[in-house]
């Protein structure tokens, strides 16, 4: 275990943990590779959907491993986006047909009502733009990755069988991280896990999923409205210890995801956001991190509270014990739910705790709490996961 100093997005903080007398169970390890790995991508079976010019660019590539996604748009030059790297990179200097889209169309076969397909039997998802008479125009081919070792960053909550919560920005592998953990429960720790695949995201096209899920179990969603239903269905017909649900957007998903806390299930799920106030001040899913209403105080608590009469307070206990968001792919914060909401609630500054891989190592970091405010108070330094023991 490295102990470094860590910054915030305001200021230097020097963070300093004692561990003695902890005992922590990480399964840190040397990677013979970087995240992206080559050897489990399928990567010519996206590509024989491209034409056959653009296909063989692709595969020549020296840094095809890092390949994030391929972009056809009728009337314009073909584009690729790599990972870790700003903007594309142009594959040749003429247009997009549309005998080119049409022949892509073909090879994947029939799209949701999601405008999504996949590859069966890969990871790779292909996700259509259509013209207001509903022919494709454009079409972005992100190609899907069996990635191991993100799990190891949060591996000490996993055991405790504690929801959680993953919040970030598209692509910085929230999805790649649900499979992983299901693959992690369901393997290692021999939990019964039901995967909610709304766009067979998780578990890959096709009847039978990809084998990076492990022994999991998945069940598909027909149309994304339905994802509430389903989720409740696992659980009434299935007898899963643990359900793992990826893009938790509507009200119905929230209640959802409550009902299902409430009879003592684990919860791994992602939703819409990039930090957990993005949670808060959504009114659709604030029921995740226990909801928020307005209390009235009278003359007495308010001025023992030193506030107005009129405040915001969480109204019940949060569906997910706790909350990660992950900044990028190899640093994440992690929150105690119900700690974070009522500072921040209060005007305070939450205690976090922050998990990042050194890359140049490959192994997960462990620093003490840090404030995010421009004006930071250091809390007491304490392990989220000591609460639990």
């Not at 903080?13 to 902890?22: D, E, F, I, S, V």
């Not at 179990?217 to 409740?232: A, C, G, L, N």
């Not at 119905?252 to 409430?262: T, V």
């Not at 921040?344 to 003490?368: A, M, S, T």
Request: include cysteine; charge should be neutral.
């Amino acid at each position: 275990m490295a102990i470094t100093s860590c910054w915030c997005s305001c200021s230097w903080l020097p963070l300093r943990w004692n561990l003695k007398g902890h005992s922590l169970k990480w399964k840190c390890q040397a990677f013979a590779c970087s995240l992206l790995r080559d050897d489990h991508d399928d990567l010519q079976r996206l590509l024989h959907i491209l034409p056959s010019d653009l296909h063989h660019n692709l595969l020549n590539q020296p840094n095809r491993s890092q390949l994030l996604e391929v972009i056809l748009d009728l009337g314009r030059f073909p584009e690729a986006r790599y990972v870790g790297r700003l903007g594309s990179q142009c594959l040749r200097n003429t247009e997009v047909t549309v005998k080119e889209l049409e022949y892509a169309e073909q090879a994947v076969g029939e799209f949701g009502k999601d405008n999504r397909a996949g590859i069966e039997g890969t990871l790779h998802r292909i996700s259509a733009i259509r013209s207001r008479n509903g022919h494709i125009v454009g079409l972005t081919c992100r190609v899907g990755r069996a990635v191991t070792g993100q799990v190891e960053m949060v591996y000490d909550l996993l055991q405790y069988g504690k929801s959680v919560l993953f919040v970030g920005r598209p692509g910085v592998g929230k999805t790649t991280v649900m499979r992983e953990i299901a693959r992690v429960l369901s393997d290692e720790l021999h939990k019964r896990v039901v995967i909610v695949d709304t766009s067979n995201e998780i578990g890959g096209d096709g009847n039978v999923p990809h084998a990076a899920i492990g022994n999991a179990r998945r069940m598909q969603v027909p149309e994304p409205s339905m994802q509430h239903r389903v989720m409740i269905e696992a659980v009434e017909n299935h007898m899963p210890e643990v359900i793992i649900v990826d893009e938790i957007g509507t009200e119905a998903e929230a209640h959802a995801c409550r009902s299902i806390a409430e009879r003592g299930i684990m919860l791994i799920g992602t939703a819409h956001g990039q930090q957990i106030e993005n949670i808060i001040k959504n009114p659709t899913l604030s029921d995740l991190i226990g909801g928020i209403e307005t209390v009235t105080l009278g003359d007495a608590e308010a001025r023992a509270r030193n506030c107005q009469k009129t405040i915001l307070e969480r109204k019940a206990p949060p569906t997910f014990d706790f909350l990660i968001e992950m900044r990028d792919r190899h640093y994440w914060l992690t929150h105690q739910t119900d700690k974070s909401v009522d500072m921040l609630l209060r005007g305070k500054c939450p205690q976090v705790e922050v998990r990042r891989r050194d890359e140049k190592y490959f192994n997960c970091i462990l620093v003490g709490a840090l404030s995010l405010r421009s004006d930071p108070e250091v809390m007491s330094f304490s392990r989220l996961t000591d609460v639990l023991h």
